[in-house]
């Protein structure tokens, strides 16, 4: 299994970033790195999520593939790899089990962050153990276009107020990328470009693989 990071290398915080990445586009990669910037840590790990509980039966793409455009997306930037630690999992890809995965394997003086985008914050009560969760690494918020994640009072219902409020110093100020993968696979679908909106060789890989048409 690869956890995506060298422990020689390893100086400083570890940001990982799961998703489904179907597929990984721009919006995801000027997100890592803004954060892995601002936090100052060594590097974004990305993580496929074979079967996120919130996206059970929405017919992904294979996570094979999904896993291949985001090794293809990262290929030479230094500060970026990718994990196949949940699609080598069985079962719901609970990040709690991710992080705590990491937080075995790496030096207990080195950081973890759980990258997600402000569409997602405001849902973080329904994730599995999500007290135990904040407890275990920071959960660092990337700017989203049309998602100001300023009411977290659903929260309440699963954390405590210092939890929140570390939640709310953790919303970061990163560039506003209006990119999803929603919008990719229906420009795939009606024939028109991604370019611009992913990098090249995830273009190329939907097009010999003929997804998302
Ligand atoms: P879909 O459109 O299929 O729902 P998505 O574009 O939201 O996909 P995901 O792989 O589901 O991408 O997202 C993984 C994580 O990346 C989530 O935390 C999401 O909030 C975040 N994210 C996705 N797109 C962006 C973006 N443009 N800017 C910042 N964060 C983003």
Redesign the pocket.
Known sequence: MRLGYSKAAMASGIAL??????PI?H??LI?ARAVVEQLDYERAVFIPAPNPPHKVGQGLTDAADRLEMARLAVAGEPRFDVSDIEIRRCGLSYTILTVQAYRDTVAPAVPLAW??????LPELHTWYRVADLVELCRIVT???PGYEPSDLTALQSRLSDPQIERLRRDILTTPR???????VRRRVHQGLSIRYLVPDAVADHIQSRGLYR
Not at 177 to 183: A, E, K
Request: without cysteine; hydrophobic residues 35%; aromatic residues 8%.
């Open positions: 970033f799961g998703g489904t990445f179907d586009h919006g995801h997100a990258i997600v985008g402000s569409d997602s990337a700017a989203r990328i209006d990119i999803s993968s929603t919008d």
